[in-house]
Structures are given as C-alpha cells and as structure tokens.
C-alpha cells in the first residue's frame, strides 16, 4: 500500500500540465486512501496508540461534512455580499436618455 | 489621457434582436473611446436578426464612419464562438474586447480594462463580478444563489485562477484569442469558462477588474432548468478534460 501511494505522490507532483483534474483528484484521493488504510489496517506490530486509531477510523466522513460545512458557509458568506448595483441601473438610464437625445439629433430613425 | 502608441481596440459585438440597445452601446462605445483617446473600432455581426437590427446597424455606418463601425452580417443565427471567429477575421485592432450587446455590459470600464492590461502587461482581461466592487443589477435571491454555487463548484473543481468564469466582457491580445478560439470546443456558458481554462493551461496571464452587471432582460428570461443541466455536463467534461 505504501508503494502504491508513492507512485500516485510522484505522478501528483509531476508536471501539472499533462493531468486534467480528474486525475489530479483520483491521484490525491487514491494517496489519501492508501495512506488512511495503511494506518487503519496496519498489522498488530505495527499499529499506532488506541486513541489515534480511534480517531483515525470515521476520519474521512469528518473531513467530508467539515468540507459540507465550509461549503455552505462559503456560498452562504458570498450570496449575503452580493453587490447589488444600484448606482449602476440609474446611471444606465441617464445614459440611454443621453444617447437617444444625441442620437435622434444626429439623424438617427430609431 | 493620452492615447497608447500604436494600440487599437476592435470591439466584437455579436448581435441577435439588438435594435433596441444596439444604437445606445455603440453610442457609449464611441463616447468612451472618444474620452479616453484610445483608437477602435467596432465590429458588428448580426446573425440575420428579424428585427431589423442590421438597418439601424447601417444607419450608425453612416453617422460613425465605416472605418469605425464595421458591419459583418452573417445569414442564420450560428453561435457566438464561430461569430468571434468571423468578426476577427476583419479585426485590425492588436487587441479585443467582447462584450454583450444588450447594455448588460457598460462600456465605461473599457478604459479600466486597457489601463489593468498596461499594468500588469497581461495577455487577458477579464471583467468579474464577483470580486471589490463587481455585482449585478436585477437579480433576485435565487438567481444569485445559483450563480454563486455555480461558481463555487466551478472554482473547486477548476481552481482556474479566476473568480469569474462565465462572465463574457473580457479584453484578449488578439493572437491569444486567436489561439483560444482554435482550442475551445463547448457552448453557451461553458464556452467561456473553457476560455479561461485553456488560457492558463497555456500560461497565458489573466489580470481583473470588477464590473457591474445591469440584468434588465432577467423578468422575461429566466434561468431554466435546462441551462443549469447543460452547464453541469460542461463543467464536468472540462473537469475531466483539462
């Protein structure tokens, strides 16, 4: 599992170009996956301290609802400060009642 | 201002049932470029609108100058990026700018536009609404909503460097648009967004400035379902495709 999450670390950090970002995003997950089941499924000898293995377990379903989380409050925090142009709307007005003036005296036929 | 050695500014305006607003943006475009000393033309190409858009078209032929606006018809409603193409192929300008005929675009932020390109020596400019003082005119909760997690999703799968991807008032190089238009496949939104991928793709600079955006069509037409759905699929075939 190790080895194959280094083959998936060196295509993730070679050139960027020649990966679309579907690749780039199956190459992350897959490092982040076989790192994760490395430490989840790590034999006896090998395994980390009880409290971290805890931990370790539902952390992929935390950091997809911490990333739900951030989603909403993003989109949230950018729809609320939205500017609306007001300013803009009543300066377009004046501009178009400026130009059908100018332009009807120009010999315009609207 | 003075006007830049040697720069001019060719403006395509795609037109399709733009009687109305056509003669009031050249009117703003003639004003602006005027103001701001910078040489232009104006590059109109109706797709054979019923309106009559084409007539008023040749009467502001005769009141500008036919050095100023030039008038490249095309017989059917063909798309916007095979108009792009057409209207370069008359461009004499080194640079253009694209922008929407219907007055949702103020070309007032042209100059801002020339003057960010100058600053940051940068191959694109794009106008953005969503960053400093950018933002819409018009739009109601839910179409704000849709337009910001449209672009959210967009910014996390594409991380394109840009905040705005669909927006579609922009200033190119001409040789970079030249070269976009002969990478870029999609349609509608997506078209535009691909613009942009392909652009850093191909290490071309971006630099942007806010615009505002006067929705003043968005009663009669609102955005559908059907546009949302094809703006999925095109989103996610430059995911996997760029």
Wanted: hydrophobic share 45%.
């Amino acid at each position: 599992l190790v080895r194959v999450g280094l083959v998936f670390l060196l295509r993730l950090l070679s050139p960027q170009a020649a990966m679309t970002k579907l690749t780039q995003w199956l190459c992350g997950l897959a490092l982040l996956g076989s790192a994760w089941a490395a430490l989840t499924l790590a034999p006896p000898g090998l395994r980390l301290p009880a409290p971290f293995r805890q931990a370790l377990l539902p952390l992929p379903v935390y950091l997809l609802v911490a990333f739900g989380c951030y989603s909403l409050a993003t989109v949230g925090y950018r729809l609320a400060t939205f500017n609306d142009c007001e300013e803009a709307a009543a300066e377009l007005q004046e501009h178009i009642r400026a130009a059908r003036a100018d332009l009807s005296r120009r010999g315009l036929r609207f | 201002m003075a006007a830049a050695s040697g720069d001019k500014y060719s403006v395509l305006l795609p037109t399709y049932n733009e009687r109305e607003n056509l003669p009031l943006v050249v009117w703003l475009l003639a004003r602006t470029f005027r103001e701001s000393g910078y040489d232009f033309e104006i590059i109109i190409i109706d797709d054979g609108s019923p309106d009559g858009t084409q007539e008023i078209a040749e009467q502001l032929e005769k009141i500008y100058g036919s050095d100023k606006i030039l008038l490249r018809p095309r017989a059917r409603k063909l798309g916007l990026g095979t108009a792009y193409i057409h209207g370069m192929k008359h461009a004499s300008g080194n640079f253009i700018v694209i922008m929407d005929a219907d007055l949702s675009h103020h070309p007032k932020f042209i100059p801002e536009f020339i003057r960010k390109q100058k600053e940051g020596d940068f191959d694109i400019v794009s106008g953005t609404r969503y960053k400093g003082n950018g933002g819409v005119y018009g739009w109601d909760l839910k179409r704000k909503l849709i337009s910001r997690g449209a672009n959210f999703i967009t910014q996390v799968l594409l991380r394109p460097g840009a905040s705005d991807l669909t927006g579609s008032f922009r200033l190119y190089r001409k040789e970079v648009l030249q070269k976009l238009m002969e990478k870029c496949v999609s349609k509608g939104y997506v078209f535009q967004m691909e613009m942009i991928v392909r652009a850093r793709q191909l290490g071309y600079t971006i630099g942007e400035v806010p615009i505002s955006f006067v929705d003043r069509v968005y009663g009669e037409s609102k955005l559908g379902g059907n546009e949302i759905v094809s703006f999925l699929k095109g989103l996610l075939t430059l995911f996997a495709t760029t």
